[in-house]
């Protein structure tokens, strides 16, 4: 168990709908990560928020946003959803702000599939 | 942009036999870390290199830096069936604040 939670741990929804994934970082950790992973493209990053704030973007599409609240937890919001957005989906989170420095302890995950 | 590129994508090998995976960055990189997957889990942070050439050992897993710091290696001796899963080596995107993985080299031990 890596301390980091995600929920929910599996979501089924239709095309063109919005969900929204939580994730809450181990206890002490300020950094908190979002990847998407699927078969063929590997764990894409898709932002890191450092204690609220935004610290860097990757491959995140203008459909999905993101925000880390107060008390350190993270949502993912994804919207207008399609098939292919159906993926595992990771949070990660580490004590610092450097994403390289520190190692990252991966949540459980949650598994979205669009129909 | 910035690659890393993990080669073999999938290796087959008889438990005892050793396994090899090498990471390969279009760019250098200030450090490199290695995680592992097993089948339905998430990632799990292994080791973390960071000087020019470094080796590091756990146990029967060695690590290595290469001098240029743009490829790194994961060998495994005489592997066991607990080694089964994704072997996933990650390095900073030019800035410290993104990181890329490689696609992963998917190890799978015939008993």
């Known amino acids: 168990d890596s301390g980091v939670t995600q929920t929910p741990k599996h979501l089924i929804t239709a095309t063109g709908q919005r969900v929204t994934l939580r994730c809450s970082p181990r206890?002490?950790?300020?950094?908190v990560y979002w990847y998407q992973q699927s078969l063929d493209q590997g764990l894409q990053f898709l932002i890191h928020?450092?204690?609220?704030?935004?610290?860097a973007k990757g491959n995140i599409l203008e459909r999905f946003s993101a925000q880390q609240f107060p008390d350190l937890h993270s949502e993912l919001n994804l919207s207008s959803l399609e098939l292919g957005d159906s993926a595992l989906y990771f949070c990660?989170?580490?004590?610092?702000?450097?994403?390289?420095?520190?190692?990252?302890?991966f949540g459980p995950g949650t598994r979205l599939t669009v129909t | 942009g910035q690659q890393v590129m993990q080669i073999p994508q999938y290796q087959h090998v008889q438990e005892g036999e050793d396994f090899t995976t090498y990471c390969n960055s279009s760019?250098?990189?200030?450090?490199i870390q290695w995680y592992k997957q097993r089948p339905g889990g998430h990632p799990v942070f292994l080791i973390q290199?960071?000087?020019?050439?470094e080796v590091k050992k756990q146990k029967r897993l060695t690590f290595q830096f290469g001098e240029a710091k743009k490829n790194s290696s994961l060998h495994i001796t005489a592997t066991q069936t607990t080694d089964v899963g994704t072997y996933f080596c990650?390095?900073?995107?030019?800035?410290?604040?993104?990181?890329?993985f490689g696609k992963g080299t998917r190890l799978h031990i015939l008993p």
């Open positions: 290199l960071v000087k020019s050439g």
């Open positions: 990660a989170s580490s004590v610092g702000a450097s994403v390289s420095s520190y190692e990252q302890y």
């Open positions: 928020y450092y204690n609220g704030e935004e610290r």
């Open positions: 760019t250098t990189l200030s450090n």
């Open positions: 990650a390095g900073p995107e030019n800035r410290d604040d993104k990181i890329i």
């Open positions: 206890s002490g950790d300020l950094s």
